[in-house]
């Protein structure tokens, strides 16, 4: 397995709940709260957990506002967070070549 380093996966994204919001954001570019929870099939309290630790690591960013006296949380990445999942990705591919 040359070119590979298990220290290199980021544990940050690594769980796969994470690995999910990252996956979406990336595609979607931005998500509410309850849509996120609806397509990655968690509860409220779990996937707050996992926002706050990708927000800690600084890969996204929550923007809270209120719509008709409503909270409304919306997450989207930061430029941190895709070059991080980007080279998450390049190291998953070079376990996947060896």
Same mark, same amino acid.
């Given at each position: 397995?040359?070119?590979?380093?298990?220290?290199?996966?980021?544990?940050?994204?690594?769980?796969?709940?994470?690995?999910?919001?990252?996956?979406?954001?990336?595609?979607?570019?931005?998500?509410?709260?309850?849509?996120?929870?609806? &397509?990655?099939?968690? %509860? @409220?309290?779990?996937? +707050?957990?996992?926002?706050?630790? =990708?927000? *800690?690591? /600084?890969?996204?960013?929550?923007?809270?506002?209120?719509?008709?006296?409503?909270?409304?949380? &919306?997450?989207?990445? %930061? @430029?941190?967070?895709? +070059?991080?999942?980007?080279?998450? =990705?390049? *190291?998953? /591919?070079?376990?996947?070549?060896?």
């Amino acid at each position: 397995m040359d070119g590979f380093d298990i220290e290199a996966i980021d544990e940050v994204i690594h769980g796969r709940v994470r690995l999910g919001v990252m996956a979406y954001l990336t595609g979607a570019g931005g998500a509410d709260f309850n849509e996120l929870k609806r &397509r990655l099939q968690v %509860t @409220d309290g779990n996937l +707050s957990v996992h926002l706050r630790k =990708l927000e *800690e690591a /600084g890969y996204i960013a929550l923007d809270k506002t209120f719509v008709n006296r409503k909270p409304l949380t &919306r997450v989207r990445l %930061t @430029d941190e967070g895709r +070059s991080a999942f980007r080279a998450y =990705l390049g *190291e998953l /591919g070079k376990l996947l070549e060896a």
